[in-house]
């Protein structure tokens, strides 16, 4: 009977020899996916980006340009206001009439809806001037009204001026600002405002009696 030795190893079943020392292991490849990724670094990133936020600046300022061109200023219809003043008033109410169209009047406020009978009435109204100013116009029988004093108080009395044959007071108002007055049978008023002389007498040339 022959006797058969120890059965060596399958290549499968043999232990890996270590490495030796000082010997450098190569790591496998990168797959190709793998070296896409990593093609895709924080600087491509941005480069891509860019013409995306270049646009949307463009979008923004743009819109700004638009904006900053468009005309805010709203309008408004003095009528009803000028005729309420009219009818609840003790005075002869005054106001502005006939003003070039490039005198646009953007306010028109009173105190006459809550007037009772003899109670004093201020009417007020705001102009744009030509020149992008404001002018505004008081009427009032009651001189310690907020409007008047806002105007009057601490103001600088100069020459009167002729106005369309009227004589008006001249003042320069604490805020600097000219100011064109007359008072006549406890009725005051006043023609204020940003604007230039010129565009302050042009409308205080304007005034005439409600309906007259």
């Not at 923004?60 to 219809?77: G, H, I, K, M, Y």
């Not at 953007?106 to 992008?132: C, H, K, M, N």
């Not at 009227?166 to 006043?190: F, K, Q, S």
């Amino acid at each position: 009977m022959t006797e058969v030795g120890p059965t060596s190893p399958r290549p499968a079943d043999r232990p890996e020899a270590p490495a030796a020392a000082g010997a450098t292991v190569q790591a496998p490849a990168p797959s190709p996916a793998v070296e896409r990724a990593n093609r895709m670094s924080a600087a491509n990133m941005i480069r891509s980006l860019v013409p995306l936020v270049v646009i949307c600046l463009l979008l923004v300022a743009w819109q700004a340009f638009r904006t900053s061109n468009e005309d805010t200023v709203r309008d408004v219809d003095p009528a009803s206001t000028v005729r309420l003043a009219a009818e609840r008033a003790g005075y002869p109410v005054l106001a502005p009439d006939g003003l070039p169209e490039d005198y646009r009047p953007t306010s028109a406020r009173t105190d006459a809806g809550f007037a009772a009978q003899g109670d004093p009435v201020t009417l007020e109204i705001g102009y744009l001037t030509p020149s992008q100013e404001f002018a505004g116009f008081t009427v009032s029988d009651d001189l310690r009204a907020e409007p008047v004093r806002t105007v009057l108080d601490g103001a600088t009395e100069e020459e009167p001026v002729d106005v369309d044959g009227e004589p008006w007071t001249r003042l320069t108002t604490e805020r600097g600002e000219t100011a064109l007055t007359r008072e006549a049978d406890g009725v005051v008023v006043i023609v204020t405002g940003s604007a230039a002389d010129d565009e302050l007498r042009t409308v205080a040339a304007a005034v005439a009696p409600v309906g007259g």
